[in-house]
Structure formats: C-alpha cells, structure tokens
C-alpha cells in the first residue's frame, strides 16, 4: 500500500518549457488535490477534483492545467513553464470532499525553473 | 476566510510533553480544526481533527476550548521523530457550493532537544 505516489521527484525546467506532474494513490479515494509549497511558507492549493470526471481552481490555478485520468490518478500539467513556478508540488487525496475528511499527501516533486 | 494564529517556533525536551496551541476566533460553527505535520523534505501528514470535543489517537491529543476559539494540540511525549512544522488549519465549508478548502498556513516548527 504505497499511498500517494507522485513522479517525478525532482525537475529542472527551462523557462517555456512544458510538463507534466504525475500523481496516482491506491487508497481508493474519490478526492485529490494538488499544493505548491514555496519556501517559508504554507501550502497553497492549485486545483482540486472532487470526484472522478469533476476538476476546479483552486486558490492558485493559473499556469497550470489538470487532468483527473481516472478515480487513481490526477496529473498537473504546465504549458509553458516560469521561474515563478518553481516550487515544491505535493498531491494530496482524501476519501471524500468533505470537511472531516483528511488528507494523505505524496512526498512532493521539487520543480526548479530557470 | 478563517485563520489561525500559531506561535513561528517552539522547543520541548525528549520524552516531555509538548503543547501546541492554536487560535481561531473567527471560528464557525461547522468549521472542523485540523491539524497535519511536516517532517522535513517530506509531505504534509495528517496527525488529528475534531469539531467540538476532545480527541485522541494513537499520534496526540486535540483540546478544543470550550468556546471554539483556540485548541491545543499535545504530544503525550515528544520524540526526536516527532521534529516537524505542525499546523493548524480550519477547513471552511462554504454554504451552497458543497465545498471546503484547507488553507495552510506557516505553522510552528518544534524542536526537540535530546
């Protein structure tokens, strides 16, 4: 049982370019969210997908886009990459979209964009 | 939006008890209060929530005021493992929409002192 799985782990991207961030979790559950976390500072989230087939913003969406592929796995995905999104990305699920639902977080991919 | 207000930092000593507080006077009636950890390089995790009464696990210990407006997290006896940013975070729910969201703030790094 591995949890929340995210790939890759770390990145260097050039200014412009593109990627994907994978994220995949076998606990079954049907929410998944995914954070930037900049240094010093808390977790902001990006976008999030309450359900399989249901994806929306979240605090800080733009320059990014997502994909729920199935109730498994939830990709992140910049188009054209900036060094003001360099940070670490952690994607996160919960067995429901509820408030007394917790979150289980992957360990992060630590994206550098130069 | 509801916000917490932790102390930047704290010290305790191996195998003592820690107490963590937490205030949140702008506090809802339905607004659950969470609280995850972050080891270093490592995602958040999630450690207790409760809404009105105390609760225990097999991590810690969350007493909620009587009034709601502050809780504190214990740590029964610290460990050297237990080093961490701990957060305290209230998950909104906003009326009408079916949604919350988690808003992570700075947190309080604890140190243990062999």
């Known amino acids: 049982n591995a949890g929340v799985t995210q790939t890759p782990k770390f990145q260097v991207l050039k200014t412009g370019q593109s990627m994907t961030l994978q994220c995949a979790q076998d606990m079954n559950h049907n929410s998944m969210y995914w954070y930037r976390q900049d240094p010093g500072m808390g977790l902001r989230l990006i976008y999030y997908?309450?359900?399989?087939?249901?994806?929306d913003k979240g605090e800080v969406p733009n320059g990014y886009n997502v994909s729920r592929l199935n109730k498994r796995e939830f990709s992140l995905r910049l188009e054209s990459a900036a060094p003001s999104q360099t940070s670490v990305y952690f994607c996160?699920?919960?067995?429901?979209?509820?408030?007394?639902?917790?979150?289980?977080f992957g360990n992060g991919t630590r994206l550098t964009v130069t | 939006d509801a916000k917490t207000t932790q102390p930047n930092s704290m010290e305790s000593n191996e195998e003592e008890p820690v107490h963590l507080p937490c205030n949140h006077s702008t506090i809802s009636g339905t607004d659950y209060i969470h609280w995850y950890r972050q080891l270093p390089s490592q995602g958040p995790e999630y450690v207790i929530h409760?809404?009105?009464s105390n609760v225990n696990n097999r991590m810690a210990s969350l007493a909620i005021a009587e009034d709601r407006k502050s809780s504190t997290l214990i740590l029964h006896r610290a460990t050297l493992r237990d080093a961490a940013v701990y957060y305290c975070i209230l998950s909104r729910s906003y009326s009408g929409a079916g949604s919350y969201q988690l808003t992570f703030g700075k947190g309080t790094k604890l140190s243990v002192i062999p």
């Open positions: 997908s309450a359900s399989e087939g249901t994806t």
């Open positions: 409760g809404l009105t």
């Open positions: 996160a699920s919960s067995e429901e979209y509820v408030t007394n639902s917790p979150l289980h």
